[in-house]
C-alpha cells in the first residue's frame, strides 16, 4: 500500500476508497481528506495480454475545447518550436518544457485531470479552503481544466491560470481568465493578492522549487492556502512485472532519470520531497501531505483504482510521443535512431494486463501565517 495519509484527519477519510464529497471550509482538524483503497492486482485476465481497457480511438470521447489561442495573444507567442510535427511553447520563453502544446497533448492533460480528481474522490484540491475563497492563481494551468472547474464550482471566486503557451479555451466561465507568465522568473503579482495558490503537474518544469514556493508565499494572503500535487513519472511495481530489460525500465524510467540530470530539473518530486520541503522552508504552517499510488491500466482489483488506472493507459496511450519525444532528443540526441520502436514496445507494454505497473503522486497543501502584531 501507498504512504497512506497519516494525520488524524486523513484518518478520518473512507478505508475503502475516496468517495466523499468536496469539502471545502473545512478547518484543518475537521476537514476530511480520502484514503486510498489497497493497491493489489485482480485476477490474472484471459486473453491476450495486450487488450486495451478503452474501446476503438482513444481520443474519440474528448471534446475539442481546447482551442490554441486566446483574444490578446501577440503573433510572436504563437510561433512555437517545432520538432518533429509537434509544437511546443515559443522561443520567447527561457524555459525549456519538455511536452508539446498542441490538441493531442492537451487531451491528455484533460483526461489526467479526470484520473487525478477520480483519485481523490471527485475533488478538485485537498486543503480546507473557505466557501467563500474569493482570489485563486493556478500555475502552468495547461489546456486550463482544472481553474475552469474550480471557476464553476466557485462562481464568486475570481480564478487566474497561467502558463507558457495561451492553449486555453476561448469560452471559459466569466470568473476565469488566463495569463501567460514563467514561473521561473520573479512572479509578478503584489505581496498577499491570492487566498488559494495551486500547481500540478509541474514536474519536468521547474528546476527551482525552494524559490517557487517562496514566490508562492509572497503572493498568498495571510491566512491563505497553497495547494502542490505533483507525481514521480518513472513506473514502479510491487510485484516485479516491470521487469529491469521491459521497455517501461529502459526507455520510459531510463528517459526521465537521464533527461533530468541533463535538463537541471527534477521528474522525481516526490522522492525528491520538494513539496514539503518547499512549503516549510517559504514558511508555510499546518502542512498536510497526502501520497497515492495510482495504477497505469486496470489490473487493480478495486473498482475505483481499476478505473482510475484505465484513464492513466488511456491518457498515455493518446501520447507516449509527446510525453517522450523531446527527452529522446535531448538524451540520445537529434533523431536518434531506435525511438519508433520504443514507441511501438512501450505501447505494447501500456496496453499489457500483466504488467501491475504503478506511478506515485503526492498533494501538499500549507497555510501562510496570519500577520501578528509584530510582524
Ligand atoms: C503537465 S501540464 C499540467 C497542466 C495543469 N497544471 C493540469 O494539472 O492540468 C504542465 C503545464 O505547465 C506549463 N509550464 C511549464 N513550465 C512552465 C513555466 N515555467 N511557467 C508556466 N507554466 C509552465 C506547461 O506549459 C504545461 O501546460
Same mark, same amino acid.
Request: proline content about 7%; aromatic content about 12%.
Given at each position: 500500500?501507498?504512504? =497512506?495519509?497519516? @494525520?488524524?484527519?486523513?484518518?478520518?477519510?473512507?478505508?475503502?476508497?475516496?468517495?466523499?464529497?468536496?469539502?471545502?471550509?473545512?478547518?484543518?482538524?475537521?476537514?476530511?481528506?480520502?484514503?486510498?483503497?489497497?493497491?493489489?492486482?485482480?485476477?490474472?485476465? +484471459?486473453?491476450?495480454?495486450?487488450?486495451?481497457?478503452?474501446?476503438?480511438?482513444?481520443?474519440?470521447?474528448?471534446? *475539442?475545447?481546447?482551442? !490554441?489561442?486566446?483574444?490578446?495573444?501577440?503573433? !510572436?507567442?504563437? +510561433?512555437?518550436?517545432?520538432?518533429?510535427?509537434?509544437?511546443?511553447?515559443?522561443?520567447?520563453?527561457?524555459?525549456?518544457?519538455?511536452?508539446?502544446?498542441?490538441?493531442?497533448?492537451?487531451?491528455? =492533460?484533460?483526461?489526467?485531470?479526470?484520473?487525478?480528481?477520480?483519485?481523490?474522490?471527485?475533488? &478538485?484540491?485537498?486543503?480546507?479552503? %473557505?466557501?467563500?475563497?474569493?482570489?485563486?492563481?493556478?500555475?502552468?494551468?495547461?489546456?486550463?481544466?482544472?481553474?475552469?472547474?474550480?471557476? *464553476? =464550482?466557485?462562481?464568486?471566486?475570481?480564478?487566474?491560470?497561467?502558463?507558457?503557451?495561451?492553449?486555453?479555451?476561448?469560452?471559459?466561465?466569466?470568473?476565469? /481568465?488566463?495569463?501567460?507568465? *514563467?514561473?521561473?522568473? %520573479?512572479?509578478?503579482?503584489?505581496?498577499? @493578492?491570492? *487566498?488559494?495558490?495551486?500547481?500540478?503537474?509541474?514536474?519536468?518544469?521547474?528546476?527551482?522549487?525552494?524559490?517557487?514556493?517562496?514566490?508562492?508565499?509572497?503572493?498568498?494572503?495571510?491566512?491563505?492556502?497553497?495547494?502542490?500535487?505533483?507525481?514521480?513519472?518513472?513506473?514502479?511495481?510491487?510485484?516485479?512485472?516491470?521487469?529491469?530489460?521491459?521497455?517501461?525500465?529502459?526507455?520510459?524510467?531510463?528517459?526521465?532519470?537521464?533527461?533530468?540530470? /541533463?535538463?537541471?530539473?527534477?521528474?522525481?518530486?516526490?522522492?525528491?520531497?520538494?513539496?514539503?520541503?518547499?512549503?516549510?522552508?517559504?514558511?508555510?504552517?499546518?502542512?498536510?501531505?497526502?501520497?497515492?499510488?495510482?495504477?497505469?491500466?486496470?489490473?487493480?482489483?478495486?473498482?475505483?483504482? =481499476?478505473?482510475?488506472?484505465?484513464?492513466?493507459?488511456?491518457?498515455? &496511450?493518446?501520447?507516449?510521443?509527446?510525453?517522450? &519525444?523531446?527527452?529522446?532528443?535531448?538524451?540520445?540526441?537529434?533523431?536518434?535512431?531506435?525511438?519508433?520502436?520504443?514507441?511501438?514496445?512501450?505501447?505494447?507494454?501500456?496496453?499489457?494486463?500483466?504488467?501491475?505497473?504503478?506511478?506515485?503522486?503526492?498533494?501538499?497543501?500549507?497555510? /501562510?501565517?496570519? /500577520?501578528?502584531?509584530?510582524?
Amino acid at each position: 500500500m501507498a504512504d =497512506q495519509p497519516s @494525520t488524524p484527519a486523513a484518518a478520518a477519510g473512507s478505508p475503502t476508497g475516496p468517495a466523499s464529497p468536496a469539502s471545502a471550509g473545512g478547518s484543518p482538524s475537521t476537514h476530511v481528506v480520502p484514503q486510498q483503497a489497497e493497491l493489489v492486482a485482480g485476477p490474472d485476465p +484471459e486473453g491476450p495480454e495486450d487488450e486495451d481497457d478503452f474501446d476503438g480511438d482513444s481520443d474519440s470521447a474528448l471534446g *475539442d475545447d481546447a482551442a !490554441s489561442s486566446t483574444n490578446s495573444i501577440t503573433a !510572436s507567442i504563437m +510561433e512555437y518550436r517545432t520538432i518533429q510535427g509537434r509544437t511546443y511553447h515559443s522561443e520567447k520563453h527561457n524555459s525549456k518544457y519538455f511536452t508539446p502544446n498542441d490538441e493531442q497533448q492537451l487531451q491528455s =492533460q484533460d483526461i489526467t485531470h479526470h484520473y487525478l480528481t477520480l483519485l481523490i474522490g471527485d475533488k &478538485l484540491f485537498l486543503a480546507p479552503i %473557505p466557501e467563500n475563497v474569493e482570489r485563486v492563481l493556478d500555475i502552468g494551468t495547461g489546456s486550463g481544466i482544472w481553474a475552469i472547474d474550480f471557476a *464553476d =464550482q466557485f462562481p464568486n471566486a475570481e480564478v487566474i491560470g497561467t502558463d507558457l503557451s495561451p492553449t486555453q479555451p476561448l469560452w471559459v466561465p466569466p470568473n476565469v /481568465k488566463f495569463e501567460l507568465d *514563467d514561473c521561473t522568473q %520573479p512572479w509578478t503579482w503584489a505581496e498577499d @493578492t491570492f *487566498d488559494f495558490v495551486h500547481g500540478r503537474y509541474l514536474f519536468g518544469a521547474i528546476a527551482d522549487w525552494t524559490e517557487w514556493f517562496r514566490q508562492a508565499y509572497r503572493v498568498t494572503k495571510p491566512g491563505g492556502w497553497v495547494e502542490s500535487c505533483e507525481a514521480d513519472v518513472e513506473i514502479l511495481s510491487d510485484d516485479g512485472t516491470v521487469t529491469p530489460d521491459s521497455s517501461t525500465e529502459l526507455f520510459w524510467n531510463m528517459l526521465y532519470r537521464s533527461a533530468g540530470a /541533463k535538463l537541471g530539473v527534477t521528474f522525481q518530486p516526490l522522492l525528491e520531497n520538494v513539496q514539503n520541503k518547499g512549503l516549510e522552508e517559504a514558511g508555510f504552517v499546518d502542512i498536510q501531505s497526502y501520497t497515492y499510488k495510482f495504477p497505469v491500466g486496470g489490473w487493480p482489483q478495486d473498482k475505483r483504482l =481499476q478505473e482510475v488506472g484505465q484513464y492513466v493507459q488511456l491518457t498515455m &496511450l493518446n501520447d507516449v510521443e509527446g510525453y517522450t &519525444l523531446f527527452l529522446w532528443n535531448t538524451v540520445m540526441g537529434e533523431n536518434a535512431p531506435g525511438y519508433q520502436e520504443y514507441l511501438a514496445y512501450m505501447r505494447k507494454e501500456l496496453r499489457n494486463k500483466r504488467i501491475h505497473g504503478y506511478m506515485k503522486c503526492r498533494f501538499v497543501f500549507g497555510r /501562510k501565517p496570519e /500577520k501578528t502584531a509584530t510582524a
